[in-house]
């Protein structure tokens, strides 16, 4: 299975400034045969479901405000979230998608400083 | 809009089995999509259960070593989920998820606890 593991576990930033959580795989999950990476990011607020925020490691889905980006390849991928609102409190995860079993990373709870 | 809601007992006792269905609105479940059962526990975090086709080709976590089968029901539109065997560790919150290239559509999940 390929494992996913984000730094940090938490962290706490101020209002306005810049989110950075990082996503390490265990192998590749670059396709180069499409040239894409296969790696999502997901949104997780208290008592919701995940909410895909990212896919193809920076392709923002419909939706999801500017403020979101990713970035990387083949084993290391950051999400970014600039300019950090009280509503972007949640739990981020990263997926791969490359191979099955589909896994997730472990999570990154992020809280307003 | 798309729409995914899952249903079924919240509490099932220990060697038993976990069954659960997934009523998909505003898409149909033969659509090019795959149809996936993804589960959340604070021991485990979200954990990929399995995932099925409607012409019923379906993928299977290997770590659940056969306890599990999703079908779909095209008549009704929904997907289900039975895991055999349950132990307190299967307890979770259970979500249904749309899959085209990853889980783009999420249910509002269900908690199942397995107890006696």
């Known amino acids: 299975d390929i494992v996913l593991t984000q730094s940090p576990d938490s962290l706490a930033v101020s209002l306005g400034e810049t989110a950075t959580i990082k996503c390490k795989s265990s192998?590749?999950?670059?396709?180069?045969?499409?040239?894409?990476?296969?790696l999502a990011w997901f949104q997780q607020k208290a008592g919701q479901p995940p909410k895909l925020l990212i896919y193809?490691?920076?392709i923002r889905e419909s939706g999801v405000p500017d403020r979101f980006s990713g970035s990387g390849s083949e084993t290391d991928f950051t999400l970014t979230i600039n300019n950090l609102q009280a509503e972007d409190v949640a739990f981020y995860y990263c997926q791969q998608y490359y191979s099955s079993p589909f896994t997730f990373g472990q999570g990154t709870k992020l809280e307003i400083e | 809009h798309v729409q995914l809601q899952e249903s079924g007992p919240g509490l099932v006792k220990p060697s038993g089995t976990l069954s659960l269905r997934c009523a998909v609105s505003?898409?149909?479940?033969?659509?090019?999509?795959?149809w996936s059962w993804v589960r959340q526990s604070p021991g485990k975090g979200l954990e990929w259960i399995g995932e099925?086709?409607?012409?019923?080709?379906?993928n299977y976590n290997p770590s659940f070593k056969g306890r599990v089968t999703i079908s779909v029901d095209k008549d009704k539109n929904q997907l289900s989920l039975r895991l055999n065997s349950v132990t307190a560790a299967d307890t979770a919150v259970y979500y249904c998820a749309r899959r085209l290239k990853t889980f783009d559509t999420w249910g509002q999940g269900t908690r199942v606890t397995v107890s006696s």
């Open positions: 099925i086709f409607h012409s019923g080709n379906s």
């Open positions: 192998q590749s999950i670059f396709f180069s045969s499409t040239g894409f990476n296969y």
């Open positions: 193809w490691a920076s």
């Open positions: 505003g898409d149909s479940i033969s659509s090019n999509n795959w």
